[in-house]
């Protein structure tokens, strides 16, 4: 926004008139008074809104070719600018020296308010620029009572008239300065270097005396940018005297580019110090094992795989890697497990406690998959410890496994082992809701020798799932597992079930409402269409009698009533209708009938 004070050609007129009229040691005054570092005039209506020259200070009789006095214009400025001295910040106005003035003012705003003193309150004064023969302008060192970014407007005048001149945005702030010594580095990260660090010194230049200070109390802050795009960046307060250290984590995905940083004290920024970053790219990794070899173990005995973990320097050398976690694999099973226990120290070492398998095979130690691998890093090679001249291997086997509508489970074992025997003469069932995972012991089967095809039955809790043999390790065995078996029939509920009250005047119905539920795999879904049986059992008796039937509708809801003669047990039961489901009842509520 351009502030301009224009000053109509009759009040220049009134002005000059007045002037004409002072006193002469008054006039003599008026030009030749000694000019402090700032003078300023009373504000007024004198030449226009808010700008009354009281006092301006008398251009020199001679600068150029030509005086104030020979002007035929009204004096034009050429440059003004705010320039930064050793003494302090300084307001330049160069004017046309065809056309010299006979003194210049300086305004100051904040935006188009007036600036006002450290109390908020009071506006400024006008100020008057002195004029400097040597640099051949009119010149105004600052030393204003409140640190801010001000618009000036300036205004030169002559006999013939007042020209106004704007210069916005004047930074009279205190100026963050870099120490040149600041440094950025690495000048390479890797592995062993993930971050870049900004360490050095800010320093505030005053405007008012041209001195740098440490910040104090001033709030002050540093950045510290990686190449544009790269989102890398950080920022920090610097302390009282002005040191600062700060760092951004470097991704190994990095490329390389240009690191920045400036400081910044309210909307003042300082010049910025630079450092390319190079990458060198990933490190070599390794596993070392203590032993490649065991031999004449028994199986199921524990056995401790120890080891170290490393990847190579910038020197070519192996240095330890800390906190990486490790998979294991096992003899004869294809799959990777994790133990939170297997994780390297310090010192890049490692220990996966195992047991000696059951027959001759290899025990390998790999990365965990759960652990993310540094992207400064290449994966280290899974390695192997081989075991050999193993001893009592188990054989467990589950054949033509069915269910039927009790939940009872049915099937044929064949169990053997190198010496006809198996630990503590039991073989465990376990059952798993997915064949993976969660595996549950049901109980155990008594076996005091090798059997083939022999009949098992048993009630399960879950009538689709999936079911193995397991005996445990014991001195001179390893833990075995059977093959994984599975059967299915929907597993149904009948909830609700229960009568509202359980004392009934006698001969009266008694309604009991409630819901049928199956599912497979996934959620619980509703049995529409389908029907309940109400049973009762007398009390003292132990026959249930049947009483009476209803039908589920769209919503799986039954409601099913019977006449209650006597005092006794209700409950409701779903029967299933073919090989698909399994039976279910509800709670058996004992009523008074009185």
């Known amino acids: 926004m351009r502030i301009r004070t224009a000053i109509p050609a009759a009040v220049a007129a009134a002005a000059l008139t007045a002037l004409a009229a002072l006193p002469a040691q008054a006039a003599t005054a008026a030009t030749n008074s000694p000019t402090a570092r700032l003078t ?17 200070q008398a251009a020199p009789r001679h600068h150029g070719l030509v005086t104030a006095d020979d002007a035929t214009a009204a004096p034009q400025f050429t440059t003004v600018t705010a320039d930064r001295t050793a003494s302090g910040l300084v307001l330049k106005a160069v004017l046309d020296a065809a056309d010299p003035a006979s003194g210049v003012t300086a305004d100051f705003y904040v935006g188009a308010n007036p600036a006002t003193d450290k109390d908020g309150t009071t506006p400024l004064p006008t100020y008057n620029l002195t004029w400097n023969d040597t640099d051949g302008a009119w010149e105004l060192p600052l030393d204003l009572p409140v640190y801010n970014t001000y618009n000036v407007v300036l205004h030169a005048t002559n006999q013939v008239g007042t020209t106004p001149y704007d210069l916005n945005d004047v930074a009279f702030v205190l100026q ?10 690495p000048a390479t990260v890797d592995y062993a270097h993930q971050s870049v660090t900004a360490t050095g010194k800010v320093t505030l230049w005053d405007p008012r005396t041209g001195q740098s200070q440490a910040p104090g109390t001033t709030y002050t802050v540093v950045y510290l940018n990686g190449p544009a795009g790269s989102g890398l960046g950080t920022w920090g307060t610097v302390a009282a005297d002005g040191s600062f250290s700060l760092s951004v984590g470097v991704p190994g995905t990095f490329a390389g580019g240009l690191f920045q940083a400036y400081a910044q004290t309210g909307n003042a920024s300082s010049d910025s110090v630079s450092r390319a970053v190079n990458t060198r790219g990933q490190s070599a990794t390794r596993i070392v094992l203590d032993h490649t070899a065991v031999s004449g173990g028994t199986a199921g005995r524990s056995y401790t795989v120890g080891g170290v973990v490393q990847y190579q320097a910038a020197d070519g050398s192996w240095a330890p890697l800390t906190g990486v976690h490790l998979d294991y694999q096992s003899p004869g099973d294809p799959g990777w497990y994790s133990d939170w226990n297997a994780i390297t120290d310090g010192n890049g070492r490692f220990s996966v406690s195992t047991t000696v398998p059951a027959a001759p095979g290899t025990f390998s130690v790999r990365p965990s998959s759960i652990w993310t691998w540094s992207p400064y890093l290449t994966s280290a090679a899974a390695v192997h410890v081989a075991f050999s001249s193993i001893h009592q291997v188990v054989t467990l086997h589950l054949d033509a496994a069915s269910i039927d509508e009790y939940s009872d489970l049915s099937a044929y074992q064949t169990v053997s082992s190198t010496n006809n025997r198996v630990p503590g003469n039991k073989v465990y069932l376990l059952a798993s809701p997915n064949g993976k ?5 049901l109980g155990y089967i008594p076996v ?21 043999l397991y005996t445990p390790a014991a001195t001179g065995y390893s833990a075995t597992y059977g093959n994984i078996v599975h059967v299915f029939r929907y597993e149904t509920i009948v909830t609700g ?6 004392t009934i005047a006698k001969n009266h ?17 509703v049995l529409k269409g389908t029907h309940v049986y109400l049973f009762f059992r007398p009390t003292g008796s132990k026959q249930w009698q049947y009483v009476s039937t209803a039908r589920t509708d769209s919503h799986g809801f039954f409601r099913v009533s019977g006449k209650a003669t006597r005092s006794g047990t209700w409950e409701v039961a779903w029967f299933t209708p073919n090989q698909w489901y399994v039976d279910s009842w509800g709670p058996n509520t004992w009523v008074r009938a009185s």
């Open 40 to 56: 300023s005039s009373t504000r007024g209506t004198g030449l226009g809104p808010g700008h009354l020259f009281a006092k301006p």
């Open 176 to 185: 963050p300065q870099l120490d040149p010594a600041t440094t950025i580095g």
């Open 437 to 441: 995972t969660g595996w549950k012991n």
């Open 448 to 468: 005091t020798s090798n059997v083939w095809e022999q009949n098992i039955s048993g009630w399960v809790p879950n009538p689709h799932g999936w079911y193995r």
């Open 497 to 502: 079930g229960k009568p509202a009250h359980t």
């Open 509 to 525: 119905y008694l309604t009991i409402g409630g819901h049928v539920y199956y599912r497979g795999y996934g959620s619980w879904q």
